[in-house]
């Protein structure tokens, strides 16, 4: 049977939620999202015929601010998988000192299926129907299957329905409609600023080896940016397979190869690795940015890396996280290690409401800040409370998200 990722999220609700002594009534409150709306949407396609697609929007918990982030298009979106990514949503701006709550929604649709006119015409219609919007209630961002081209799309269909500008309305836009410089480097960078800072604890400088599972928009960035610093990136891999070079990878020539030849696979001068052995690969640090449940209670007991950044969402599964604790080695948890993106995102809403737009320096500088900052605080946290950095980084989270939902009265 498939995992129940709202299921997932609710299990470490309630774990962090006993560790750190949250109160029931905000367990109860937290347990479930504020609002759902679960909404059809009728499109005339190309050949006259007429689809209904059903489209779903959670605002998960606003307690600590308008909720926002990601609409996802994928013919395999269900309602609890849009309840768990709102409530990660929550938890993450949490944790990353964002003043925002967690949303999160999607259409069930395949969008490669449809023509560019029928892709359009579908985003605007999720704009145009979905209740509630806008810069200080619901501020939609990209995800699987959308880009900055949807997000164009949403913040158009919002103007002309509002009859005035409102850049801030929609996240993860193009610099030319309003964006921000740096979202697309946003995750990726931050996963290399939030390790370089854990480094310091464990003694490792530049020149230590960095194992990167994924290839795509966060493990390139990521890889990029430590080859840039003086690792060594020793391997790295993609769907198919995994290259190595004991010596270090050259990234741009990778990237290069990877953008004519679609795939890591063949890259000169390297050797060949599975997805399953590039996890068993002696290094210092592995870095996986590809899907959840990679390292498990197969295969935990045969990493040797001293550090684990979880650039993806859920590599680590709770059973192999147990074996790596028993090991020695740390886990730095998705929430924090992955938030840059969502920290660049507020940035977005930021400029937007203020037409006070940033250069690229200023953008990662300040994400460096912020993050460095959540990094240290969950440290500090999980050395009080003698616990794993990722129950710390849950339980700061809670913990705001505690004394919001109480100020305001709700309990
Ligand atoms: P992407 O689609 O750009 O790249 C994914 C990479 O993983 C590709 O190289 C792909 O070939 C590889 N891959 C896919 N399936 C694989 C498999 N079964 N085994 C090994 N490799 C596989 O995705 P991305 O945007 O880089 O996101 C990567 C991860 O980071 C995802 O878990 C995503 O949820 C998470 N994440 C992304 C962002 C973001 O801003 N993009 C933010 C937070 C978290």
Redesign the pocket.
Known sequence: MKDNPFETALTTLHEAGALAGIDPDVIRILSRPKRIFDFMIPLKMDDGRLEIFTAYRVHYNDALGQVKNGTRFAPDLDLDTVKALGFWMTIKHAVGGIPAGGGKGGIIVDPAKLSDNELEKLTRAFIRKLPLKGAWVDIPGAD?GTSGRTQAWMLDEYEEIMGFHSPAAINDKPVATGGTYGSAE???TGVFFVTEEALKSYNLKPGAKVVI????????VAARCFKNAGFKVIAI????SGVHNPAGLDIEALSKHVAATG?VEGFAGSGVLT?KSILELECDILVP????S?INADNAAEVKARLIVE?????VTPEAEKILSANNITVIP?VLA?????IVCSFERIQGLTDDYWDYETVLKRLQERIIRSYNETVSTAKDKRTSLRYAAWINALNKLSAAIKARGWI
Request: glycine content about 20%.
């Open positions: 699987i946003a995750t990726g599972q994924g290839f795509g928009n966060v493990g390139a891999s993609d769907i198919k795939f997805n940015a590809a899907i959840q990679v650039a993806a969402n859920g590599p998705d992955n938030c840059g993106g969502a």
